[in-house]
T-cell receptor
Framework: DAGITQSPRHKVTETGTPVTLRCHQT?????MYWYRQDPGHGLRLIHY???????DKGEVSDGYSVSRSKTEDFLLTLESATSSQTSVYFC?????????????????FGPGTRLTVT | QKEVEQNSGPLSVPEGAIASLNCTYS??????FFWYRQYSGKSPELIMF????GDKEDGRFTAQLNKASQYVSLLIRDSQPSDSATYLC????????????FGTGTRLKVLA
């Protein structure tokens, strides 16, 4: 499981409240990601990080912010949750490997957080 | 046009048959390709990657890549009911690039 944990695993919250999801990894991976997964849309990248305090937006970043103050933790914050943010959120890390002379980043996922915004 | 396309299925195959899952991608610069398996309610699990044209075999799984036609496929031989899951195709756009584009997945049902 690449040493990735997410907390909480399930959360129900009300519209307009702030929510923070935490991703924790134990293997010192440089790259970390937040995705959301919704029926019909697959996995969509929200934000990613390429180092401590280095983050960038993905394809669906509106309404989300992230922070990474130390290597092992990547936080996703919904400043004011909306019903459209009801989803399953996955954290991932990527690990560089070489195979036959090629450089590959293999991505591994955490267990996910199911968020419901009522 | 989506960057990575998969038929959503479900694809139903009898136990012991070969399941063939397909994925097309739009960016000719894409260089590495990954297949993930996702059981219902679980997180995606990496099962195969391929970056060269041709076939790559790992146990009952074979990944096939054709860059000229921009498709990648996954064959599962001797399909088992435990293979029933959604299979996600992911494309990594360039050597050393750490961002992925995922397809929406194909749901596979292996009938006992």
């Amino acid at each position: 499981d690449a040493g990735i944990t997410q907390s909480p695993r399930h959360k129900v919250t009300e519209t307009g409240t702030p929510v923070t999801l935490r991703c924790h990894q134990t293997e010192n991976h440089r790259y970390m990601y937040w995705y959301r997964q919704d029926p019909g849309h697959g996995l969509r990248l929200i934000h990613y990080s390429y180092g401590v305090k280095d983050t960038d937006k993905g394809e669906v970043s509106d309404g989300y912010s992230v922070s990474r103050s130390k290597t092992e933790d990547f936080l996703l914050t919904l400043e004011s949750a909306t019903s459209s943010q009801t989803s399953v959120y996955f954290c991932a890390i990527s690990e560089l490997r070489t195979s036959g002379g090629a450089l590959l980043y293999e991505q591994y996922f955490g267990p996910g957080t199911r968020l419901t915004v009522t | 046009q989506k960057e990575v396309e998969q038929n959503s299925g479900p694809l139903s195959v009898p136990e012991g048959a070969i399941a063939s899952l397909n994925c097309t991608y739009s960016d000719r610069g894409s260089q590495s390709f990954f297949w993930y398996r996702q059981y219902s309610g679980k997180s995606p699990e990496l099962i195969m990657f391929i970056y060269s044209n041709g076939d790559k075999e790992d146990g009952r799984f074979t990944a096939q890549l054709n860059k000229a036609s921009q498709y990648v496929s996954l064959l599962i031989r001797d399909s088992q009911p435990s293979d029933s899951a959604t299979y996600l195709c992911a494309v990594n756009k360039g050597s050393g690039t750490y961002k992925y584009i995922f397809g929406t997945g194909t749901r596979l049902k292996v009938l006992a």
